[in-house]
């Protein structure tokens, strides 16, 4: 690892001033003869990115131009163009990949957010076919943000590729008991399932009765409600016909509860029922007609709108079922 | 019973309306100040910046701070002659992000001969892999938004013919959702900005057939928090930029009427910075080009007159799509 690793360290020492690179002229930024923009950076920036353009000009494969690459990227890890060459770099010089796993793992820590450190890990797990770490890693990145998108899909990606299933609705599971409300929990679980066991009726069952449990114990959680409904997707009766979502969602109705999400999912059901010919003379165009007005004004009125809307296109379908035929 | 709901309180005294002149310096000045070091850390996306600022600027009815001569000449320079794509600036590799950034900037001048345009098609149609999907550079990220560069690029030099469009709205179509959202690849969570990549990608190759409008019309919805912005997944924060991603979207599926426009017009217009101008993600933090052009696109699908018309699925003044003839799918109310 280089002496000069940080640019934060007091012994920072320009590369315009290291004997070792005083065969390089250095490149500055050339924005065109008239320069559409004016630019100054900051004495540490301009030195490095100068000699960085100076060796990929040059096409220079060398411990130097690594080093180099390792300020570069610390200093600008979202600058892609520094990934790709360090790669071409590490390629060429037949580097230990390991030691930069734990490279880009400490910018990741630091700068999580970021598609250019993300993608050269998996690049390196892809060329080391070692997934070993990659749980732990995005572990560590979700502790401290639990929907970070990045870490989820590099997640996904080293559970679909090296099959690393076992344990992950345990670890969805955590999550959950600690934010029940975790959206991008609730989508991996749908993941695991429809890549292992599938949505058959036995997994279903379980599934319905774990988030049934969820719900029950936060009733507004916009993605417990529809991760269920995503359940239903799989249940050919549909929505409104499942007894046990039935007897539930009633039994919280009864019991006072008005969460919207209780509500829409009641207008879905009655909507689905009237659709079919209305089956189910519980679930009637009236109760849903009633429930949109109870939404718009009392329980969701920052989707006042929305509801109004549906509480058209309700009218205009019975309209037209009284009017047609 | 309270519900803790992640969100934000508007200050008192939110401007009326659009700070045109603020905004036209702030865009216009925007990395020529002295020392600006975020604007030398951002050459990285340099010519999306650009497609930012001017496309802000049109829609404000400005006039760019440079000749059309010279933002042509600099973006001819940025393509690479060997790929065909378009890097973010000079000494960069191409990307087919900058890619369509420069076409749109190109077609809103009116001046697309500035550049090797089957080089760009080229480009483009190379990245397209063999389950349909596209890669972002030759590195091989693969992602949801790339399909929408690929078919926006493309569309806007009316070359569609170019790629596997079937094999593309199939990869498309294996990321919808269980809640009717997308994601960025199969079963990946859905999340705003990539439901407006996809929903843009049906859009330009008319095909939103394949989108469950009520459900995803109302997860988009659900994004209305009670300050009346908009966040871009369940209980996150609101943040302008998804003001035009959920709007577009909503545009795109006819359900613009669902929102609460007023609240969300207040939002927006509480996110200008009324000292150095410009649009921030939140009331009182910084402003930026990105926030800034999300920001005004926003005000003009909500009707505002002042600023020009918007078209929601290129994010382009819709005069240019006209004079383009392009007719990007729009589903009616």
Redesign the interface.
């Known amino acids: 690892m280089s002496d000069y690793s940080s640019d934060e360290n007091d012994d920072y020492v320009l590369y315009k001033n290291r004997p070792e690179w005083s065969d390089i002229t250095p490149l500055a930024q050339d924005d065109n003869e008239e320069p559409i923009v004016a630019i100054d950076y900051t004495e540490n920036f301009k030195d490095c990115y100068d000699y960085f353009r100076a060796i990929v000009q040059k096409k220079e494969i060398s411990e130097r131009a690594l080093e180099l690459t390792q300020t570069a990227a610390n200093l600008n890890p979202a600058n892609y163009t520094v990934w790709q060459y360090r790669r071409d770099i590490l390629k060429g010089l037949d580097k230990d990949l390991h030691e930069e796993l734990e490279f880009v793992e400490k910018i990741i820590l630091k700068q999580s957010k970021n598609y250019q450190v993300w993608h050269h890990r998996k690049v390196l797990v892809e060329w080391l076919k070692d997934p070993s770490k990659e749980k732990y890693l995005t572990e560590h990145v979700l502790s401290k943000d639990a929907k970070n998108y990045h870490a989820w899909q590099h997640r996904q990606w080293v559970i679909k590729t090296f099959k690393l299933y076992d344990g992950e609705l345990d670890y969805v599971d955590l999550l959950l008991k600690d934010d029940i409300r975790n959206n991008s929990a609730w989508n991996q679980r749908y993941f695991v399932i429809n890549n292992t066991t599938g949505f058959t009726e036995e997994v279903l069952r379980q599934e319905i009765e774990y988030t049934l449990s969820r719900i029950r114990e936060i009733t507004e959680n916009e993605s417990a409600w529809n991760y269920l409904r995503g359940l239903l997707l799989h249940d050919k009766a549909g929505l409104s016909n499942n007894t046990t979502v039935k007897a539930f969602v009633e039994e919280l109705y009864e019991s006072n509860n008005r969460s919207p999400f209780l509500l829409a999912i009641i207008v879905d059901m009655c909507l689905e029922q009237v659709g079919a010919g209305g089956g189910d003379s519980n679930y009637s165009a009236k109760r849903a007609v009633e429930l949109c007005k109870d939404l718009m004004e009392k329980f969701d009125t920052v989707r006042a709108n929305y509801w109004q809307h549906m509480l058209d296109s309700i009218g205009s379908e019975s309209g037209e079922g009284t009017s047609g035929n | 019973m309270a ?1 803790i709901i992640k969100d934000i309180t508007l200050q008192e005294n939110i401007p009326q309306n659009i700070l045109f002149e603020k905004h036209i310096d702030f865009i216009k000045e925007y ?2 100040k ?4 975020e ?3 951002t ?4 010519i999306s910046g ?1 497609y930012w600022g001017l496309t802000a600027l049109e829609l404000m009815n400005a006039s760019p701070p ?1 000749t059309i001569e ?2 042509s ?2 973006i001819k ?1 940025c393509q690479d002659p060997e790929s065909g794509g378009i890097s973010s ?5 191409p ?1 087919i992000l900058h890619t369509l950034s420069a076409v749109q900037i190109l077609c809103m001048y009116d001046n697309l001969k500035a550049i090797d345009v089957e080089g760009v098609v080229k480009y483009v149609k190379n990245l397209q892999l063999p389950n349909g999907s596209f890669t972002g ?1 030759k ?1 091989g ?1 693969v992602d949801t938004r790339f399909s929408f560069c690929a078919v926006a690029t493309l569309s806007l030099l009316n070359r569609m013919d170019a790629i596997d469009v079937n094999k593309a709205v199939d990869f498309v179509a294996s990321c919808k ?3 009717g959202g997308f ?3 199969p ?5 705003a900005g990539l439901i407006y990549c996809c929903l843009g990608f049906l859009s330009v190759t008319n095909r939103l057939d394949i989108v469950d409008r009520d459900k995803l ?3 988009l ?2 994004r ?3 300050s009346g912005g908009l966040n871009g ?4 924060l609101p943040d302008v930029c998804y003001s035009w991603w959920v709007l577009s979207s909503l545009t795109i599926l006819g ?1 613009l ?5 007023n ?1 969300l017009k207040k939002f927006i217009l509480a996110c200008q910075d009324t000292e150095s101008g410009g649009f921030a993600d939140r009331p009182g933090d910084i402003p930026d080009p990105f926030h800034t052009v999300f920001g005004i696109s926003a005000l003009s699908l909500l009707g505002n007159d002042t600023v020009q018309k918007v078209n929601p699925t290129y994010c382009m003044p819709q005069h240019v799509i006209d004079r383009l003839q392009l007719k990007p799918q729009i589903l009616d109310n």
């Not at chain 2, 079963?187 to 999340?191: A, G, P, Q, R, V």
């Not at chain 2, 009427?257 to 426009?261: G, K, L, N, P, T």
Request: glycine fraction near 4%.
């Open positions: 519900t990395g020529q002295e020392n600006n070091f604007y030398a850390m050459d990285y996306l340099r650009m440079h010279e933002i000449d600099y320079h600036c000079l000494n960069h590799d990307h550079d590195w990220e959702n269980f809640d994601g960025s690849r079963l990946s969570e859905s999340h019309a109302w997860w919805c659900e209305q928090l009670p997944r369940p209980e996150k359900k009427h669902c929102i609460d426009a609240a």
